[in-house]
């Protein structure tokens, strides 16, 4: 900096020398722009690819003794929260996984550290075949920590290349080639024993000497499981980063590199269950050169805790009883007193975006709203409702109707609790109790053939049918996007038919006959978008896809079927994306 600024001094004092022989002045300009200092980062990420053989999860329909990827234990790349590496129910002796850990630190090096817990360690019940081998049997507390499960899964961890396989240079001469080398393997039991695990400190690293995990880099390490004794087969090196050790195999002799032999496994373990916890860490290695997992770092395994799980359902009970005297234009009271003893009446009283409310009583009639952005509300609510027994036409946009028993009627030649005509968009009907148990071949909302409806809102309905016949909502062809949400929609032949473009959430749908129909689903709604998302499918209930071509696959993620969704979906020529599905039913809002 001193040489610059003389250098400057000098340049001034002859510019000014030149200044008296010219009239002119001679000049340089130099411009530094743009000084930047960029911190690096450490931000711990970690995705999963998963294969296993003979699992039984829920919802998952596969042959036992094939080896296949795994979808309920694997992610993309993501921070941690509520994700399994194991997560498998009814293990035999035999059954084996494997599974690719990608890490990613950011952009600077780091010290990579990882921990293990085993929070539960139980015998659950017994068996007799169980106590006759298990000696410790304590039949007093099968829900201690004396199980022993966890003494007969082993594992092997190592360095990957990615390809989920174990793999060895040979004789190969290639600079290239590396030895992908176990650097850890036991048992489960012992795995929580070590606690502190280093992957890279200044000390160890499982890439030789005390090298950190490079930033910006992908890092794999793999770890396979076995129900059994577990020994190492490594394959060739290939140098290849594939899909998976079935690109070198099949389900039935998929190429892992390892192998599992559940033969010396007796009956100690039957019914056990072992749950755990895996956590990693990273510090960055530039100027943090003495770093040392088991000196520097404490696991922390405070659960995270999980978002709040969703409710589906009506909640009625939720509706607002609008005030008389500063909410409703018009009073209706089947008892008299009111502006009307009718609501055919009282919305003849009524003009565009005024309130119609209605007393407790039963209203023998069909309601035909065909006034823009009327909205007619009850009084009393779901406790003690006013009661349309005759259903109701929606004939007008921005209509709103809240708060009814409606018992479905005749509505223009079709038997319906409401009736939406165009142009009813932008209709919301909630907070209702939809009856048609009495009602053959009902439905409780529908709207005309062809019409274009968008924006219609159908929220915390109690929709019930008859039984064997109709349908709770029937959305025909050619109708815009829906919202449907928060209903309870039972005991129809169908919950939801012909839809076209709705967002179906949180309802529930069970109906008396296992085996119908929830929803069912044609092209116009693939093409308008849509999702099918958190949702309980009880008794059996099917999501149908009708069209033998549809225009993309149906986002039907986060449901919860009563039996396999495998078995549930009726696909036609599309696919039908259910994963992950919950494998508990959602509360009841």
Not at 447 to 468: E, F, K, M, R, Y
Not at 485 to 490: A, G
Not at 513 to 540: H, Q, R, T, Y
Request: with cysteine; aromatic share 8%.
């Amino acid at each position: 900096m001193k040489k610059i600024l003389i250098s400057l001094s000098l340049i001034v004092a002859v510019g000014a020398i030149v200044v008296g022989a010219t009239g002119a002045f001679f000049s340089d300009t130099e411009t530094s722009v743009g000084n930047t200092f960029t911190a690096g980062d450490i931000d711990l990420k970690i995705d999963n690819e998963s294969y296993a053989i003979d699992y039984n999860i829920p919802g998952f329909n596969n042959p036992v003794g094939d080896f296949v990827a795994s979808s309920h234990t694997s992610w993309e790349l993501k921070d941690l929260t509520v994700e399994k590496f194991f997560d498998f129910i009814d293990l035999k002796p035999g059954d084996y996984g494997e599974d690719t850990i990608s890490i990613h630190v950011g952009s600077n090096d780091a010290w990579v550290c990882a921990a293990a817990q085993i929070t539960e360690d139980s015998d659950v019940t017994y068996t007799e075949p169980e106590i006759d081998d298990d000696p410790t049997v304590n039949e007093a507390d099968p829900e201690g920590m004396d199980g022993e499960l966890d003494s007969e899964l082993n594992f092997a961890f190592w360095v990957d290349d990615g390809d989920n396989v174990l793999e060895t240079c040979g004789d190969q001469t290639n600079g290239e080639c590396f030895d992908e080398t176990v650097f850890l393997e036991g048992t489960l039991e012992e795995m929580g024993q070590q606690g502190q695990i280093a992957l890279a400190d200044s000390q160890n690293s499982i890439l030789g000497g005390n090298e950190p995990i490079p930033g910006d880099t992908t890092f794999y390490i793999a770890k396979a499981w076995c129900f059994g004794d577990l020994t190492l087969n490594p394959l060739d090196q290939d140098g290849e980063t594939t899909e998976g050790p079935l690109d070198r195999g099949d389900a039935q002799n998929p190429a892992t590199g390892v192998r599992c032999d559940g033969a010396n496994v007796d009956n100690a373990a039957q019914t056990d269950r072992v749950v755990g916890d895996l956590q990693f860490y990273a510090e960055q290695s530039r100027n943090n050169g003495q770093f040392l997992c088991a000196v520097d770092w404490t696991p922390d395994f405070t659960p995270v805790q999980p978002a709040p799980q969703e409710e589906v359902g009506a909640d009625i009970l939720a509706y607002v009883i609008p005030d008389e005297q500063t909410e409703c234009d018009v009073i209706v009271n089947v008892g008299g007193g009111a502006s009307s003893t009718t609501i055919a009446g009282g919305l003849a009283l009524a003009v565009q975006n005024e309130t119609v409310c209605v007393a407790d009583g039963t209203y023998n009639e069909t309601v035909d709203i065909e006034i823009v952005g009327l909205s007619l509300l009850s009084l009393t609510g779901a406790s003690s409702t006013a009661t349309i027994n005759g259903g109701v036409i929606i004939d007008a946009p921005g209509v709103t109707v809240s708060g009814f028993k409606v018992i479905p009627g005749n509505t223009e030649g079709t038997t319906a609790g409401f009736y939406l005509k165009e142009p009813a968009d932008n209709a919301t009907i909630s907070f209702n109790e939809i009856d048609a148990s009495g009602v053959a071949d009902a439905r409780g909302v529908v709207n005309v053939i062809g019409t274009d409806l968008s924006g219609v809102l159908i929220d915390n309905n109690h929709i019930h049918g008859p039984g064997a016949t109709g349908t709770g909502i029937y959305t025909n062809p050619h109708t815009g996007m829906w919202t449907i949400s928060n209903n309870d929609i039972d005991n129809f032949l169908a919950g939801i038919g012909q839809w076209n473009g709705a967002n179906v959430l949180n309802n529930e749908f069970e109906h008396t006959i296992a085996g119908s129909e929830a929803i069912g689903v044609d092209n116009a709604w693939v093409a308008n978008g849509g999702v099918v998302n958190f949702n309980n499918f009880l008794n059996d209930m099917k999501l149908n896809t009708y069209t033998p071509v549809f225009a993309g696959p149906i986002n039907a993620e986060n449901n919860f079927f009563s039996t396999s969704a495998a078995t549930q979906v009726v696909e036609t020529g599309t696919t039908v994306d259910t994963v992950p599905e919950t494998l508990v039913q959602y509360p009841h809002q």
